[in-house]
């Protein structure tokens, strides 16, 4: 996993400080680092535009201070306009090193760019409001507009925005990214997010951002059966059946059986369609060894017939993946109900009905249902999160939100079947579906339904051989 991927939270970013701090790296130092890869991103950004740098009391502001030094030695005409004193060693020495006046932040006239160093990860509650008004008032009168390490306001763990944040255009994310810089509602707060290098080790982090998996096509031996068999477990809606069976059928499967309540017609002749009366058999037609995975809960209903289904599924003794009403269904008898080792891919609403309200940052609830349920979960929104139950955890973010219409996720919940008979890896599977659900979407461009994502998916797959 490369540096820049890595996701900690304000602790785990102090403790790794801390590691650097122990090598032998002067705590100034550290400040240097990342002064000079803020100013080098302002620089490349605004050039000699007039820039106000505001900065806060604690290592945020140093920050602060040394952008304002290193780019007034450039020619920008730089004003520095601070918030009552610097408090911490660092900072104050930053703050010695500028040469310029500094000015209150409350009668500071506005600048064609604007840096926020007030607050960083060290930010404990919201901005006094007038502060906030105040920044968010120079940053919308500003052409250029940057935070550094995060938009003063956010908090740092779970996105949530304790004060009005404003919009910024570039977000200088420092050593590594925390959590609020891929998490909603903090990661809708610039345009462009890039994470500076200050030399933080960040080899143990265990959450990452999702990144393009590399994929591998079929070897010359193989043939339908070893590339993956895939049961789609139908019910009451057909349409949700056959979005996740044709998905699967894109996703790199070598067979996929849609074991259907009703027959209905469309989508690729190569999938196999098979009536199921009842649960028995749903059972019966899953008694094949050759089974990779099998999904359950799209359009399944939530009657007794669907009670049933999801049964014979669960009893089947193959790799399971659930998703939308078999969630609601086991959400009505409790987390033991849960399979252990399925692959869980509930929304907010399902989420929320199988785990109830969890406390923590969308990582940390997505982790903590994972443990409990020993399953993988794909906790889905505008920033996915995959998590399990040994920690690791992935967050998408960036997705189209044009992903937000009817069936997107009965498509994921067929990738996510497809990838886990292909590789026969859960956490692996989830990575790749998510990431070739993102990668339609971006190609299927505006407007897009369900059904457009199926014909973009052999592209995307393409792109990562
Ligand atoms: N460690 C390092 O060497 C490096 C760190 N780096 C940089 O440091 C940043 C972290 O620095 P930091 O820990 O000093 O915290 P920071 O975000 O500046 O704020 C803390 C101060 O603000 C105060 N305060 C908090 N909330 C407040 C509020 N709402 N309203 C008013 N006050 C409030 C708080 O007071 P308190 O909560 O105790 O009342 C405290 O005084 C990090 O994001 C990165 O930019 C880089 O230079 C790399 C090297
Ligand atoms: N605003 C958004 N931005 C990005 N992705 C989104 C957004 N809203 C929904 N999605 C994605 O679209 C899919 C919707 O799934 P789901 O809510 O189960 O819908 P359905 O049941 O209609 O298929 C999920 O993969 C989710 O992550
Ligand atoms: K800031």
């Not at 997505?366 to 409990?372: D, F, G, K, T, V």
């Not at 590789?423 to 070739?436: F, I, K, N, P, S």
Request: hydrophobic share 50%.
């Amino acid at each position: 996993m490369s540096k820049a991927e890595a996701i900690l939270t304000a602790a785990q970013m102090r403790a790794a400080e801390q590691a650097v701090f122990a090598t032998g790296v002067p705590e100034y130092e550290l400040m240097e680092r990342a002064g000079a890869a803020a100013a080098e991103i302002v620089w490349r950004a605004g050039g000699k535009r007039d820039l106000l740098v505001l900065c806060g009391p604690g290592n945020n502001g140093g920050d602060g201070f040394v952008i304002a030094r290193l780019l007034r030695a450039r020619g920008v005409p730089v004003r520095v306009a601070a918030l009552g004193e610097s408090l911490t060693p660092s900072s104050l020495k930053a703050r010695a090193c500028w040469a310029g006046p500094v000015e209150d932040i409350f009668s500071a006239a506005p600048a064609t760019q604007i840096v926020d160093a007030l607050f960083g990860t060290g930010l404990s509650r919201g901005l006094d409001p007038v502060l906030a008004d105040r920044l968010c008032a120079l940053t919308a009168s500003a052409g250029f507009s940057y935070a550094v390490d995060l938009p003063s306001g956010v908090d740092t763990d779970s996105g949530a925005l304790l004060s009005a944040v404003p919009a910024f255009g570039i977000c200088v994310a420092l050593g590594a990214f925390k959590s609020a810089h891929l998490l909603q509602p903090s990661a809708n707060c610039w345009q462009r997010l890039i994470c500076a290098d200050i030399g933080i080790d960040v080899s143990a982090a265990t959450v990452h951002r999702l990144s393009p998996p590399p994929m591998f096509p079929p070897k010359p031996l193989d043939h339908k059966y070893s590339r993956g068999l895939v049961a789609v477990v139908g019910g009451e809606m057909a349409g949700a059946g056959q979005l996740a069976s044709h998905a699967a059928a894109h996703s790199g499967a070598g067979m996929v059986r849609h074991i259907a309540r009703d027959l209905v017609g469309g989508g690729p002749d190569a999938i196999i369609t098979q009536k199921a009366d009842g649960a028995g058999d749903v059972g019966r037609l899953l008694n094949d060894a050759r089974f990779k995975a099998v999904l359950v809960g799209p359009g399944l209903g939530l009657d007794q017939d669907a009670t049933a289904r999801l049964e014979a599924a669960m009893v089947s003794g193959h790799p399971l993946v659930l998703d939308a009403d078999a969630l609601t269904l086991l959400a009505g008898k409790g987390v033991d109900a849960i399979p252990a080792g399925a692959i869980l891919t509930p929304h907010e609403g399902e989420f929320v009905r199988l785990f109830g309200d969890l406390p923590g940052s969308k990582i940390d609830r997505a982790l903590e249902a994972a443990r409990r349920a020993d399953a993988i979960l794909i906790y889905k929104g505008s920033d996915s999160v995959i998590a399990a139950p040994d920690g690791r955890a992935m967050i998408a973010s960036g997705s189209s939100a044009w992903l937000s219409t009817a069936g997107t996720g009965d498509v994921l919940a067929g990738l996510v079947a497809g990838r886990l008979a292909v590789t026969g890896d859960r956490y692996r599977a989830a990575c790749e579906a998510l990431w070739l659900h993102g990668e339609a979407a971006r190609r299927a461009g505006a407007a897009f339904v369900a059904d457009d994502l199926l014909v973009e998916l052999p592209a995307a797959i393409a792109s990562r051989l």
